[in-house]
């Protein structure tokens, strides 16, 4: 069974939003837990794909790709990464400890496969 959930990248005015989207989205897609993801929208009217990714994961664990996602917030300063769950709740990660991230970001993608199984 897959399971939908969405990033949303907030970043300081000064970052280049394209930039850092591809970043992530890079280290999404090299995970091999995730089935599909890419650049989406949440303005039909906007050319500009904009910072969100949509991401299909697998069935299998997500402590890989929660681990990734970590490691990226960490390395960079000011980006802000939502991450959302169909049926509306969220979690925000910025520049907190690399346990912290990991957890709580594994956790949320956890809580999110359980909901669309």
């Known amino acids: 069974m897959s399971s939908n959930v969405r990033l949303i990248l907030e970043s300081d005015p000064d970052e280049d939003s394209?930039?850092?989207?591809?970043?992530?989205?890079?280290?999404?897609?090299?995970?091999?837990?995730?089935?599909?993801?890419?650049?989406?929208?949440?303005?039909?009217?906007?050319?500009?794909?904009g910072a969100i990714i949509g991401v299909i994961l697998a069935s299998a664990s997500v402590t890989a790709l929660a681990g990734g996602i970590a490691d990226w917030i960490r390395s960079k300063n000011g980006v802000k990464v939502k991450v959302t769950c169909p049926d509306g709740p969220t979690v925000e990660a910025e520049t907190i400890d690399g346990t912290t991230a990991v957890t709580v970001i594994e956790m949320f993608l956890k809580r999110c496969k359980q909901k669309q199984s």
């Open 18 to 49: 394209d930039t850092l989207t591809d970043e992530l989205l890079g280290i999404i897609n090299a995970n091999k837990d995730v089935l599909r993801a890419s650049r989406e929208t949440d303005n039909a009217q906007k050319q500009d794909a």
